[in-house]
């Protein structure tokens, strides 16, 4: 009887080759929180429902808990400590959440981020609609997600004049 075979991965994680050794089993959260030290990815459900874990793979929006670590191998993935500039400025998406108060408690943050900023890469000017069906798979408990479609309009450069008047 032999053991649990152990593979090795390498991908590039944040614009920085990462290597690491996984089971076959072993999820992409768990790759990059446990072996990378990548902690912003956060697990919530463990049934890819919250959208906690959401992360960019080859430039898609992933729910890193539905995708096993071996599939990512050469891969380029972006997690929520990549989104920022080098020098730690903000990036739009980000600034937007912080001026907004887009966040309460900050556990569903990481993943509304991670599927704002992929919303935008595809849709640079989303309506308030296309913005609340695409954050469907991120679930938080805090903010109602006023806030967050503000910040998301906001980071996309539309004025928040008409969502304003039909929402207060």
Same mark, same amino acid.
């Given at each position: 009887?032999?053991?649990?075979?152990?593979?090795?991965?390498? $991908?590039?994680?944040?614009?920085?080759?990462?290597? !690491?050794?996984?089971?076959?089993? *072993?999820?992409?959260?768990?790759?990059?929180?446990?072996? $990378? !030290?990548?902690?912003?990815?956060?697990?919530?459900?463990?049934?890819?429902?919250?959208?906690?874990? %959401? %992360?960019?793979?080859?430039?898609?929006?992933?729910?890193?808990? *539905?995708?096993?670590?071996?599939?990512?191998?050469?891969?380029? %993935?972006?997690?929520?400590?990549? #989104?920022?500039?080098?020098?730690?400025?903000?990036?739009?998406?980000?600034?937007?959440?912080?001026?907004?108060?887009?966040?309460?408690? !900050?556990?569903?943050?990481? !993943?509304? #981020?991670?599927?704002?900023?992929? =919303? =935008?890469?595809?849709?640079?000017?989303?309506? %308030?609609?296309?913005?609340?069906?695409?954050?469907?798979?991120?679930?938080?408990?805090?903010?109602?997600?006023?806030?967050?479609?503000?910040?998301?309009?906001?980071?996309?450069?539309?004025?928040?004049?008409?969502?304003?008047?039909?929402?207060?």
């Amino acid at each position: 009887m032999g053991g649990i075979e152990v593979l090795e991965i390498s $991908l590039v994680v944040n614009g920085q080759i990462a290597a !690491g050794y996984a089971e076959g089993r *072993t999820l992409l959260v768990h790759f990059l929180r446990e072996t $990378l !030290g990548l902690t912003g990815t956060h697990v919530g459900c463990d049934t890819s429902q919250c959208g906690c874990c %959401v %992360v960019h793979v080859d430039g898609c929006a992933v729910k890193s808990c *539905t995708m096993l670590a071996l599939e990512a191998d050469g891969s380029d %993935v972006v997690t929520i400590e990549g #989104v920022a500039q080098p020098d730690g400025t903000l990036s739009p998406v980000q600034r937007a959440f912080v001026d907004h108060y887009a966040l309460q408690c !900050g556990f569903c943050t990481p !993943g509304m #981020v991670m599927s704002a900023t992929a =919303l =935008l890469k595809d849709n640079p000017k989303p309506t %308030v609609e296309e913005i609340r069906v695409y954050l469907e798979g991120n679930l938080c408990r805090c903010t109602g997600y006023r806030n967050i479609v503000r910040a998301v309009l906001t980071a996309s450069g539309q004025a928040l004049g008409e969502f304003e008047s039909e929402h207060t």
